[in-house]
């Protein structure tokens, strides 16, 4: 299996970053996991940062026909431009879907598509932050694990600090998604609250409401999830979590679990 060309153009760009890292830097490690939610702040400059699963799978029914996707590993690379930006890949080398339908089995795995970010800070205080997030997805899935159509869309996370050591995010999101037809592309709508509370110095709890329309020229489609994820940090820079997503109608997958990691160096 082949790396994309931008993934090694990315760990380069990374690696040579690295001999100019600020060693010094002492933020606390920043991450737009668990949960749906994107954080405002970007890796510091210098540095790069991993994100992924290390077990993730989530269950489909829709009557009688059931569909399990899992996905080992699903890693996102961080380097931290300056200037309060930073980029971001996210590609997942192994996707593994199993549908049964009417007493037939069919499995299929392979790489999944390629996600290309850009994080940038648009304004921070003591109260509020904002950030804007366009991206881009290129179709490098294996062939009946993506769509083979480029698509993209803009984020725009806002943090809110909330009194008793209560957080509050919100995270409007626009996507140019392609017709389930393949003949054009249309938009859909995101929407999110996500409020987290530090149980301790180190076990933070999330709860999220998500949802999302989508105006496919075939009929929208709405989905709906409330979901929940502890964070826990075993040290400044490296954070272990597990989360949960569930369904709240039948256009959305019933359950999704997952379990990951972050690191900044």
Request: overall charge negative; glycine content about 8%; some cysteine.
């Amino acid at each position: 299996m082949k790396t994309p060309a931008f993934i090694a153009a990315f760990l380069a760009l990374s690696l040579s970053g690295l001999a100019h890292a600020q060693a010094t830097d002492d933020s606390p490690l920043c991450t737009d996991r668990p949960t749906k939610a994107n954080a405002t702040c970007p890796v510091p400059e210098g540095h790069w940062q991993l994100e992924t699963d290390i077990g993730n799978t989530v269950h489909d029914a829709q009557g009688a026909n059931k569909t399990d996707t899992s996905y080992p590993l699903n890693p996102t690379l961080k380097y931290g431009l300056g200037g309060a930006t930073d980029l971001e890949a996210t590609w997942a080398p192994d996707v593994r879907v199993h549908t049964r339908a009417d007493g037939n089995h069919q499995r299929r795995h392979g790489q999944g598509d390629l996600v290309v970010r850009v994080k940038t800070r648009l304004y921070s205080s003591d109260q509020a932050s904002v950030a804007v997030i366009p991206f881009v997805k290129a179709p490098t899935a294996r062939s009946g694990l993506g769509n083979d159509r480029w698509e993209g869309g803009l984020a725009v996370p806002v943090g809110v600090t909330l009194p008793a050591g209560f957080s509050l995010t919100l995270g409007p999101e626009v996507d140019y998604l392609a017709d389930a037809d393949g003949d054009g592309h249309h938009t859909a709508l995101t929407n999110l609250v996500n409020v987290a509370h530090a149980l301790s110095d180190r076990l933070t709890l999330a709860v999220e409401y998500w949802e999302q329309r989508n105006w496919d020229p075939a009929g929208t489609i709405k989905q709906q999830s409330a979901d929940v994820a502890l964070s826990f940090a075993i040290a400044p820079r490296f954070q272990v979590d597990v989360g949960a997503n569930f369904g709240l109608n039948d256009q959305t997958p019933d359950q999704q679990f997952y379990l990951g990691f972050a690191h900044r160096w």
